[in-house]
């Protein structure tokens, strides 16, 4: 794994952005196949994009799924895909054929079971398995990662289906998520983690200590892609120490 740190969450955000051009640029004759995670990290992310890179021509080029979804319906604020839009969609030019929102509103099992079918049918596949050009994975405070918890790590190991219905643990709220076989066919996994709240996991993660290893973050490990870690100095403040 790479690790890149930069000083504040708006370089951390220019860092893994750069890097993602490096991405569309290296192909520059296809569409791109972008799996993008909910949470409160990426609004920094998309808003960087919005902002900077709003007429960059290359989004047209970008299909965008999601790595995971509550299942809720799309206005309510717990929408992934209503935080990606209100920060990204609505202010930069995708091709609206390009969105694939997964339907929180939708049945669970029904649901993970048609976002699957659409993503074999719409990327291109390598061993049986499709193969996101780019997939960026935010790091819970507890080590989960897409809607994949510790409680649930056996389960994680052992899914075959690359989206499946999951529960966040508190709250008992109903999520469709990508799974470990999808996750790790990818080209490119980017973690994107910042802020004080996140540098337990971090230097637990940096540090590979025995902690690590019952989190679902440490779980994700590309067969034959890169994983990168995007860090600001106040995610790494803890690792940095030494312990
Ligand atoms: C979600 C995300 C989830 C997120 C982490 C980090 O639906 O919540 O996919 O995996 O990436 O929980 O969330 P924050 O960015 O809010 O810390």
Known sequence: MRI????????????????????LNANPERDIYLAVSGGSTPASLFDL???????????????????????????DKESNFRMTFQHLL??????EKHIHRIHGEAMPEEEAARYEHLVKKRLPVENGVPVF??????????????SLFPDAMAEAL??????????????????????????NAA??????ATGIEKAPV???????????????VSLINPDHGQLTCFLDR?????????K
């Not at 890179?53 to 047209?60: N, S």
């Not at 050009?133 to 897409?146: R, V």
């Not at 080209?187 to 994107?192: D, E, G, M, Y």
């Open 187 to 192: 080209q490119n996994v980017f973690f994107l």
């Open 4 to 23: 890149v740190i930069s000083d504040h969450v708006a370089d951390t955000c220019l860092a893994l952005t750069e890097a993602m051009f490096r991405i």
């Open 234 to 242: 106040a995610a790494f403040s803890i690792a940095s120490q030494g």
């Open 133 to 146: 050009d780019l997939i960026l994975l935010g790091i819970g405070s507890d080590g989960h990662t897409a």
């Open 90 to 95: 609505k202010k930069v030019p995708f091709r």
């Open 49 to 75: 994009w919005a902002s900077r890179f709003e007429h960059e021509t290359d989004w047209k080029r970008i299909q965008i799924f999601w790595v995971d979804e509550r299942c809720v319906p799309p206005s």
């Open 202 to 216: 971090i230097s637990d993660l940096y540090h590979q200590t025995p902690a690590f290893y019952k989190y679902p």
């Open 158 to 183: 052992s899914d075959r289906a690359l989206y499946k219905v999951a529960e966040k643990p508190e709250s008992k709220q109903k999520r469709i998520t990508m799974t470990l076989p999808l996750i």
